[in-house]
Nanobody, 125 residues
Framework: QVQLVESGGGSVQAGGSLRLSCAAS????????MAWFRQTPGKEREGVAA????????YYGGSVQGRFTISQDGAANTIYLQMNGLKPEDTAMYYC??????????????????WGQGTQVTVSS
């Protein structure tokens, strides 16, 4: 089992920045990738950014490309999501996720097994 705990959410004005953190514990050496997703009420969970721990490759959703950056501190079993140029449409609950399998589909929620509880990000105009 892998446990994931997110932090760093909050409220910010449009154009501002936030950094989310996700600390992983438990069976972490089996993880092949970690990702951030977001969800608003009534909508499906959207893949924001992903990091392949084997390839060290990053993947981004089109709506955040160029504004968000995912990174990893392997020694601390922590991933981060640096969010710059925030927009009101970025308002959502953000979730950290981890996977232990392969097969691509890095921004698809059903490719991930482990999930955190989420941290709220609110961007005001």
């Amino acid at each position: 089992q892998v446990q994931l705990v997110e932090s760093g959410g909050g409220s910010v004005q449009a154009g501002g920045s936030l950094r989310l953190s996700c600390a992983a514990s438990g069976y972490t050496y089996s993880s092949t990738g970690m990702a951030w997703f977001r969800q608003t009420p009534g909508k499906e969970r959207e893949g924001v950014a992903a990091f392949g721990t084997t390839s060290s490759s990053s993947y981004y959703g089109g709506s955040v490309q160029g504004r968000f950056t995912i990174s990893q501190d392997g020694a601390a079993n922590t991933i981060y999501l640096q969010m710059n140029g925030l927009k009101p449409e970025d308002t959502a609950m953000y979730y950290c996720a981890a996977r232990s399998g392969g097969g691509g589909r890095w921004l698809q929620a059903d490719a991930y097994t482990y999930w955190g509880q989420g941290t709220q990000v609110t961007v005001s105009s």
